[in-house]
């Protein structure tokens, strides 16, 4: 194994992954080392996070905050800088080994389209920018010679089980899902559900658009588009299975009929680690699973009709083009408006459906294409929220 250390950049150092990752750092400084930490507009943490990863650069994305952080960092040497191109800068650095992508959301396609341009290793955790621009992305990754490493559990899963198979053809893949709080409820109980309720995800410690992305299945429909380009296949090659224990990451039917899992403790830590490693495996002190612990290993099926989303995410695949990132922009705006309590959790999928109806489809998009129908997309969802009475969601 190589001892020389490989210096990361994360953006969104503040969030779930972000923090989970530096943790991986600290507990490997013989082999990582965070070079540049990014953060939207949690300045408090990103100073705490400075402070103690003493980071070459220290970036907030909300420029109102620039000063805040600057002055908190005025001792250090930290260069400390704000706004979003800032961020497309630092990661084309010449220092910078691995750029781990877990900014939420669209906001995380131009900083990974520039660090794949600047021929950086990509451990993607922001599923995002697969979603909206794929194609886009897998042919700069391949014009560049960059490796994009997975990071979200499911995909990590997949990647793990393709090591060594690669002259063997993938009959197809089954993605697992937990099922979120809300498995096995009607539509009439989700009615009435609370932000407070979608946010409390069984087995997994997440970011709460995440959280409720697994509580409608979104974050299984953009893992599913998000699959398409990282493993070349086809939607009738990619199914969805809800597994309710989380244990089994995700699994590989080989042509000749053969699975393959990988299987684990819920810990996103693994993944994480494992990306920022590969090809190596490190020792770790994370729980170890036993079968002893778990009598039982459920399997069903996604119920698409109650959890509409999922299906849209299938049709916005099948459709190409700009379609999913019609489908993410929608959702991204459902989702802050259901967290700030401005609509109800059906509503969301609705809000979704309505913008997949009304908003212009191009088959071939262009990077300026993918930005416009993202802020016309945002524009649509928005001004449809407005118009919504208290409590309904009838949007069709």
Not at 50 to 78: M, R, S, W
Not at 139 to 149: C, D
Not at 314 to 322: M, T
Not at 329 to 335: C, G, I, Q, T, Y
């Amino acid at each position: 194994m190589s001892t020389q250390i490989k210096n990361i950049a994360i953006l969104g150092a503040t969030g779930s992954i972000g923090t989970q990752a530096l943790e991986v750092i600290g507990e490997n400084p013989s082999l990582f080392k965070a070079y540049a930490i990014t953060a939207n507009n949690n300045a408090h943490l990103l100073i705490q996070q400075a402070l103690q990863f003493k980071p070459v650069y220290a970036v907030i994305c909300d420029e109102n905050k620039h000063v805040e952080v600057k002055q908190a960092l005025a001792h250090t040497g930290i260069k400390v800088l704000a706004g979003i191109q800032a961020i497309n800068e630092v990661v084309t650095g010449s220092e910078i080994d691995v750029v781990l992508t877990a900014m939420v959301g669209f906001a995380g396609l131009e900083p990974t389209i520039a660090a794949i341009k600047a021929g950086k290793t990509i451990a993607l955790a922001n599923k995002e920018t697969l979603v909206v621009a794929g194609e886009l992305i897998t042919a700069l990754a391949k014009q560049h010679n960059v490796q994009i490493l997975p990071v979200d559990s499911e995909h990590s899963a997949i990647y793990q089980c393709l090591v060594g198979e690669e002259n063997n053809k993938i009959e197809k893949i089954i993605l697992t899902a937990s099922g979120g709080p809300f498995r096995g409820k009607t539509t009439e109980f989700l009615a009435n559900v609370t932000r407070e309720h979608a946010l409390k995800h069984p087995n997994w410690v997440m970011g709460a658009k995440i959280t409720i992305d697994s509580a409608t299945l979104m974050n299984k429909g953009l893992e599913v588009i998000e699959a398409k380009w990282l493993f070349d296949l086809e939607a009738d090659q990619i199914d969805v299975i809800v597994h309710p224990q989380s244990i089994i990451h995700s699994l590989v039917q080989f042509e000749d009929g053969s699975l393959k899992a990988q299987m684990g403790l819920p810990d996103m830590k693994l993944p994480i680690q494992y990306a920022l490693a590969y090809p190596n495996r490190l020792k770790n002190s994370f729980k170890r699973f036993s079968f002893a612990d778990y009598a039982n290993l459920s399997f069903e099926k996604p119920d698409v009709e109650t959890f509409r989303n999922l299906g849209f995410a299938y049709e916005a695949l099948k459709r190409g083009g700009n379609m999913p990132c019609i489908v993410n922009a929608a959702n991204e705006v459902a989702v802050a408006s259901f967290l700030s309590d401005s609509v109800t959790f059906l509503a969301m999928s609705d809000l979704i459906e309505s913008c997949m109806h009304h908003m212009s489809y191009q088959g071939t998009p262009t990077l300026d294409d993918y930005l416009n129908t993202d802020r016309e997309t945002r524009i649509f969802a928005h001004n449809l929220i407005k118009q919504m009475p208290a409590k309904a969601y009838n949007l069709i």
